[in-house]
């Protein structure tokens, strides 16, 4: 549990500098590099990792046997972390999953982020309903590509 409140800390700290640089003019949320070309679209892709951040290694191979059982085996889901086109160190990586080609230009993506920062803060976090699945649902559905497997 203090691993994952030592994470929602450290992404709650980078929303408020996003918000910072937005307020202060800056609508990058990452740089932008040359000249963005509508016409060349970007392929958007899931990856997926078993939640093994335990100081537990008992806990995180029970998380993989789990996963293994209910995902690989018989194909119900699991316990899993999804980011899009991010990568995460405090997670076991799975796999990745290519959901599509997007048209939406560099400018594009970061206002489609910096809607989704105002609707989806920290303190509304539900490990059930609302989740980094959801939110990475939400982001492909406003990216214009098909949502994570499995919904």
Do not use: D
């Given at each position: 549990m203090e691993g994952f409140r030592l994470r929602m800390a450290s992404l709650v700290r980078r929303l408020f500098k996003r918000e910072k640089r937005e307020r202060e003019g800056d609508e990058r949320l990452w740089p932008e590099k040359g000249e963005e070309t509508r016409e060349r679209m970007q392929e958007v892709v899931a990856h997926v990792y078993d939640v093994t951040n335990s100081p537990s290694e008992k806990?995180?191979?029970?998380?993989?046997?789990i996963?293994?059982?209910?995902k690989d085996c018989v194909g119900l889901g699991g316990i899993f972390h999804s980011a899009i086109q991010g990568q995460n160190q405090f997670y076991t990586y799975r796999q990745s999953i290519v959901l599509g080609e997007t048209h939406c230009s560099q400018s594009e993506v970061n206002?489609?982020?910096?809607?989704?920062?105002r609707a989806w803060t920290g303190d509304s976090y539900d490990p059930?309903?609302?989740?980094c699945n959801h939110f990475c649902d939400a982001f492909c559905e406003k990216l214009g590509v098909r949502k994570l497997p499995g919904k």
């Open positions: 806990t995180n191979n029970t998380v993989s046997r996963n293994c059982i209910c206002k489609i982020l910096r809607e989704l920062i059930l309903s609302k989740n």
